[in-house]
Nanobody, 125 residues
Framework: QVQLVESGGGLVQAGGSLRLSCAAS????????MGWFRQAPGKEREFVAA????????YYVESVKGRFTISRDNAKNTVYLQMNSLKPEDTAVYYC??????????????????WGQGTQVTVSS
């Protein structure tokens, strides 16, 4: 098991930026594919981005390509989501997730074994 704690959410104006962090503890961080998901009110949780165990491969949902960047620092047991050019439709609770057996293109919630508690991101127009 790995425990995940997100931070970095907040309120930002459209066009602004935020960087989310997810700190992991427990088992060896580098054995997990890491992903970010988000859930807006009244909507299902959706995939945002994922990164391979070594950090050399990434995968994004189409709506955030060119605006969001996922990265990881295995020495610090942390994964990041840099979010630029934010839009009101990016407003959601953002969740960090870890997958022991998935791949960097795993975009289904069922592929992930461990989840953080979420951090709220609100983008005002």
């Amino acid at each position: 098991q790995v425990q995940l704690v997100e931070s970095g959410g907040g309120l930002v104006q459209a066009g602004g930026s935020l960087r989310l962090s997810c700190a992991a503890s427990g088992r060896t961080f580098s054995i997990y594919v890491m992903g970010w998901f988000r859930q807006a009110p009244g909507k299902e949780r959706e995939f945002v981005a994922a990164i391979s165990r070594s950090g050399d491969r990434t995968y994004y949902v189409e709506s955030v390509k060119g605006r969001f960047t996922i990265s990881r620092d295995n020495a610090k047991n942390t994964v990041y989501l840099q979010m630029n050019s934010l839009k009101p439709e990016d407003t959601a609770v953002y969740y960090c997730a870890a997958s022991r057996h998935g791949s960097y293109y795993s975009d289904q919630t069922g592929a992930y074994d461990n989840w953080g508690q979420g951090t709220q991101v609100t983008v005002s127009s």
